[in-house]
């Protein structure tokens, strides 16, 4: 489509529009991970957090004006934004505004997606910006979305919505929908107990991204009609798409893919704590689909300033080292055996420990004679010498929680250590 190739036509498009990132989820799925933090503010991929990607999305979309809705235990992503976010200049009309659940037009807290997005109608209002791109804050890819509104505007769409394929097994958690030729949706069913799979391709749904754009006059005349429905849940999912499908507004499907070989492209839900120790490992590989050292398109973040990574000791019996291993900035192995796994900053493994398939977050200080294998340790954990977590996933069930696939889960809590702060 020849439009999509003109840059200048696309700028305007992403200036004339405001981003509004949905970050006050629970992620109950991540267990005890999200126990004292909201998901966006759950660490990934080393340095960063899960918000960062939809940030950085809008910043290298060249979309400047961005909010941030937030609600549950909100604390330490709050702190991340403001201390990662503030460069923009608000005086060119840039900024990353957090909004958190003020109750500004209801007596009650967020109800559903859609209520999120009615409750700050007075804030969309006052940007006059002519889209409004909608962003799922906890999901992990890199995406575009100039390309996208591109689409949009091409198709006169009053809604259109960011999809991928999904295995069908495991389509269930999303939205599912189907399209026509043009790529008109002609069906949408939030989280379907059986879905449906895509023509031609039985193993697969076609999924929501949870990303959606708007013309911004049918987005609050939606979010209106919506908030005078008494039978509604208030979700763009359950209410607000079902509904446009139904009136036969033009509702449009834009289908995610790699410019370069027009494959879907990357892009994870990272809700189940399988599911995140799998996409923080992928990261490893040679050439992982998530290219954190893509230079075209950063992913930004606030990191602490801290000292190289140290590996120190080099005996028969006690080598720091690492192997097939992605370390951050601050971490000190010191004698210990490193396999496979990522370390977020600040750990400390000490002497003739060995850590295999694990994924260890923040100040995290492992003991001496430690085993560590498929394992995902929280921010902050102490692990006394010689803990053995990993080779038996009954006697790990009694201290700490086991995904269906075999994945331990270790907190501070259920190590009898307190940290309900600066999660």
Not at 227 to 253: L, M, V
Not at 270 to 285: C, F, H, K, M, P
Not at 301 to 315: M, S
Not at 369 to 378: E, S, T
Request: hydrophobic content about 40%; aromatic content about 8%.
């Amino acid at each position: 489509m020849m439009i999509k190739d003109n840059t200048r036509f696309v700028s305007k498009l992403t200036k004339d529009t405001l981003a509004l990132i949905l970050a006050g989820g629970r992620g109950s799925r991540l267990k005890e991970l999200t126990e004292w933090r909201a998901k966006p503010a759950v660490p990934f991929g080393g340095t960063c957090r899960i918000i960062d990607f939809p940030l950085s999305n809008c910043l290298n979309s060249g979309i400047r004006q961005i909010g941030v809705l937030t609600q549950y235990k909100a604390h330490s992503l709050i702190r991340h934004v403001q201390k990662g976010w503030g460069f923009l200049r608000g005086e060119f009309g840039e900024f990353v505004e957090l909004l958190p659940a003020q109750q500004r037009m209801e007596n009650s807290w967020y109800l559903g997606t859609a209520d999120a997005v009615y409750q700050n109608l007075d804030i969309i209002r006052s940007h006059h910006a002519e889209y409004i791109i909608i962003l799922a804050g906890d999901h992990v890819y890199k995406m575009d979305y100039g390309t996208m509104l591109a689409q949009h505007v091409e198709n006169n769409a009053d809604l259109t919505v960011g999809c991928i394929p999904v295995p069908l097994a495991e389509a269930s958690e999303f939205g599912v929908m189907s399209i026509d030729d043009q790529h008109r949706i002609q069906c949408f069913d939030e989280k379907p107990p059986q879905p449906q799979a895509m023509p031609f391709t039985p193993d697969k749904a076609l999924a929501s991204m949870g990303i959606y754009i708007f013309k911004t006059q049918y987005l609050i005349e939606q979010l209106i009609q919506d908030a005078d429905c008494e039978q509604s849940s208030h979700d763009f999912g359950h209410d607000i798409i079902p509904s446009a499908i139904t009136k036969k507004d033009r509702i449009y499907a834009y289908p995610f893919m790699e410019a370069i070989n027009n494959k879907p492209g990357y892009w994870r839900d990272v809700g189940t704590i399988d599911s995140y120790w799998r996409a923080n490992l992928e990261l490893i590989g040679v050439t992982p689909e998530l290219n954190l050292y893509d230079k075209h398109w950063p992913i930004w973040t606030y990191q602490e300033q801290v000292p190289p990574a140290k590996f120190v000791f080099n005996e028969k019996n006690r080598k720091g080292m690492a192997v097939d291993s992605m370390i951050a900035g601050g971490c000190i192995i010191s004698g210990a055996h490193i396999q496979h796994s990522l370390l977020f900053n600040n750990v400390t493994i000490n002497a003739c420990s060995r850590i295999e398939d694990a994924v260890i977050l923040p100040d995290v200080v492992v003991g001496e004679n430690c085993r560590i294998k498929r394992a995902v340790i929280d921010k902050g954990c102490i692990i006394s010498d010689a803990t053995i977590i990993g080779d038996n996933i009954e006697t790990d069930a009694q201290r700490f929680y086991v995904s269906p696939e075999g994945i331990v889960l270790v907190t501070p809590d259920m190590l009898g250590q307190s940290l309900h702060h600066g999660r």
